[in-house]
T-cell receptor
Framework: DAKTTQPNSMESNEEEPVHLPCNHSTISGTDYIHWYRQLPSQGPEYVIHGLTSNVNNRMASLAIAEDRKSSTLILHRATLRDAAVYYCILVRNAGNMLTFGGGTRLMVKP | DTEVTQTPKHLVMGMTNKKSLKCEQHMGHRAMYWYKQKAKKPPELMFVYSYEKLSINESVPSRFSPECPNSSLLNLHLHALQPEDSALYLC???????????FGSGTRLTVV
């Protein structure tokens, strides 16, 4: 399975945008890029996913590099409730597994 | 109903006990999953059920026994566990992985 690389941790100030990077240089053509987050004492929560084009939803935006070897999750205005571990995961089309990497622990300062 | 419900939320069991974890979803999802998560680590896949049949077992020891009685229920039967099995056990479901997984809040298991 193709792997992803994320920084271990990042800090942000409240109400500022946050850009969480993810490298996936061995991504294959059938791999979708998914992002999940896990708040303290909760199960992971789906955030967003994409294949080639940038995607927006109510939670975040996903910017995908043209060569698909990296992507960035964008939180437009971080709040204290966004403090969580964010996981970037490649999901193969027709696959049946979600394999978590190390993730990025996002800390939000008031 | 857009939730995955796990019970109990907390469980303490001795190494000779037999207990079960329960997971329920009413979203019509065809696949259900068990994950194990140790402190400060990412979740690790244990089992995958697809259309009520076990499709993936990630070399999990036999002291963990999954069961899928119907499309809405998933159980994890525990027997003769070790203290190192103490962890957060997460259940998830999906219609298809591409559409996203829905996770429960987990059962925090302590083996004494």
């Amino acid at each position: 399975d193709a792997k992803t690389t994320q920084p271990n941790s990042m800090e942000s100030n409240e109400e500022e945008p946050v850009h969480l990077p993810c490298n996936h240089s061995t991504i294959s053509g059938t791999d979708y890029i998914h992002w999940y987050r896990q708040l303290p004492s909760q199960g992971p929560e789906y955030v967003i996913h994409g294949l080639t084009s940038n995607v927006n939803n109510r939670m975040a935006s996903l910017a995908i590099a043209e060569d698909r070897k990296s992507s960035t999750l964008i939180l437009h205005r971080a709040t204290l409730r966004d403090a969580a571990v964010y996981y970037c995961i490649l999901v193969r089309n027709a696959g049946n597994m979600l394999t978590f990497g190390g993730g990025t622990r996002l800390m939000v300062k008031p | 109903d857009t939730e995955v419900t796990q019970t109990p939320k907390h469980l303490v069991m001795g190494m000779t006990n037999k207990k079960s974890l329960k997971c329920e979803q009413h979203m019509g999802h065809r696949a259900m999953y068990w994950y194990k998560q140790k402190a400060k680590k990412p979740p690790e896949l244990m089992f995958v059920y697809s259309y009520e049949k076990l499709s993936i077992n990630e070399s999990v020891p036999s002291r963990f026994s999954p069961e899928c009685p119907n499309s809405s229920l998933l159980n994890l039967h525990l027997h003769a566990l070790q203290p190192e099995d103490s962890a957060l056990y997460l259940c998830a479901s999906s219609q298809a992985p591409l559409y996203g997984y829905t996770f429960g809040s987990g059962t925090r298991l302590t083996v004494v």
